[in-house]
């Protein structure tokens, strides 16, 4: 019996991905990083920060489980929750993110925490963040450093 063509078609489609996915460098890893960036400091003496990183995973379920950049002496993964009508932000250990799913972090939410800053973060710039992940290994990330109440 013939096989339906859909079928064939899925087998190319499923060899091809195959393919990319061993070619050296073509998918290094399977994060693919969307949004990435920090909020200025608010003032000059600023020694915490916030960075937000959006990512998408190709592939199957990872868990962010650090952060680093030369921009703190030490970065966290934090969550921001309304507990009793009141924000409080919380350490969290690690991140899980389903198999082809995303990470959005943001304020009110998710976020990298920034703590002792090398020097305040001034809109314009740009900072290195290396996230480090279960499965997919270390993954670096360049943040554009925006307004002090940038959303997104
Ligand atoms: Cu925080």
Known sequence: MRKPLIEVAAAIALTLSAILA????????????????????ATAGAETGAAYVSLMLHGDADRLVAVSTPAARMAGLHETRQVDGVMKMAHVDAIDIPAHGMLEMKPGGYH??????????????E???TLTFEKAGEVQV???????????
């Not at 990298?112 to 710039?125: A, F, N, S, V, Y």
């Not at 360049?142 to 997104?152: E, F, S, T, Y």
Request: glycine share 10%.
């Open 112 to 125: 990298i925490m920034l703590m002792g800053l090398t020097r305040p973060l001034k809109e314009g710039d």
């Open 127 to 129: 900072i290195d963040l």
């Open 142 to 152: 360049k943040a554009k450093v925006g307004g002090v109440a940038q959303m997104n």
């Open 22 to 41: 061993l070619a050296p460098g073509a998918h290094a890893s399977s994060v693919m990083v969307m949004k990435a960036y920090a909020r200025a400091s």
